[in-house]
């Protein structure tokens, strides 16, 4: 091998391994429905915005927004852990173990003991899995952490670090970030009602899990809930949607 030859084959060599790194640490996109548009927030204009498409690679350096009724899926390059984006939703994700979400609602499901960095407009949270949980932006700039089912833990960087229960929702809020009150949550009416569940085309990799979570709920609390959780308007204040009532919606102190 010439001198040339072998510099142009070490340069070769050096450019794939490149290409490979950077492929192995973004995102795919697995599936999409409805207007999902992508962002690159590296550049202006209207060169920076484009329409999301099934198996683009989304690295840390993008943004994700979905219109009314549309959603979109997302995994790591090995399925450990899948991200859906629901409806009128915007997030980014800074690494593959990190969630930024600024409006709406996503879902995580992990295989993974690794920790996941969750944050919001004004709080941020770290997740010990594995497990399934839902993230919804609130008003005051925290988060509901919703879990289907898991086996880890959460933690606030002034609050602590709680055992996360299957059905037990948590809100993260404030900066730095405490937890709010903690909340019963129907799974199985969730697991109905959810279209981050049940409106895409292939199950969760997760799903047996979720459905032992769901029964085991069910099989202790059977009957106990009256009431949907909704908007956190402050750090005070958490709506409330109760079923069998005249006005329908009330707004109850979180603390």
């Not at 795919?28 to 992508?38: Q, R, S």
């Not at 409006?103 to 690794?114: A, D, I, N, P, Y």
């Not at 959810?194 to 979570?213: A, C, D, E, Y």
């Amino acid at each position: 091998m010439t001198p040339n030859s072998f510099i142009l084959f070490k340069n070769a060599v050096v450019m794939t391994t490149a290409f490979f790194l950077m492929s192995s640490t973004q995102l795919k996109v697995k599936y999409t429905h409805g207007k999902v548009e992508l962002a690159n927030l590296e550049l202006k204009g209207p060169d920076s915005v484009s329409l999301v498409e099934v198996n683009a690679s989304i690295g840390n350096n993008f943004l994700i927004a979905t219109g009314k009724g549309s959603r979109t899926e997302l995994s790591t390059p090995e399925d450990h852990t899948t991200w859906r984006l629901g409806s009128l939703s915007v997030s980014k994700w800074p690494s593959l173990n990190e969630c930024w979400i600024h409006s709406g609602s996503l879902l995580c499901s992990t295989k993974t003991e690794e920790p996941i960095k969750i944050s919001s407009t004004k709080s941020t949270a770290s997740f010990h899995g594995p497990g399934t949980f839902i993230i919804e932006a609130t008003t005051n700039g925290g988060f509901k952490f919703i879990p289907l089912e898991s086996c880890g833990s959460l933690t606030t960087s002034d609050g602590g670090t709680k055992q996360v229960k299957g059905g037990r929702m948590l809100l993260v809020i404030g900066d730095p970030s405490i937890f709010g009150d903690a909340y019963d949550i129907d799974l199985m009416l969730m697991l109905k009602s959810s279209r981050l569940i049940n409106s895409f085309p292939t199950q969760l990799g997760r799903h047996k899990q979720i459905g032992v979570s769901v029964y085991v709920q069910q099989m202790k609390i059977r009957g106990k809930y009256d009431a949907l959780i909704g908007d956190a308007t402050s750090e005070d204040n958490l709506q409330l949607w109760k079923f069998n009532t005249e006005k329908g919606k009330t707004n109850f102190p979180s603390n």
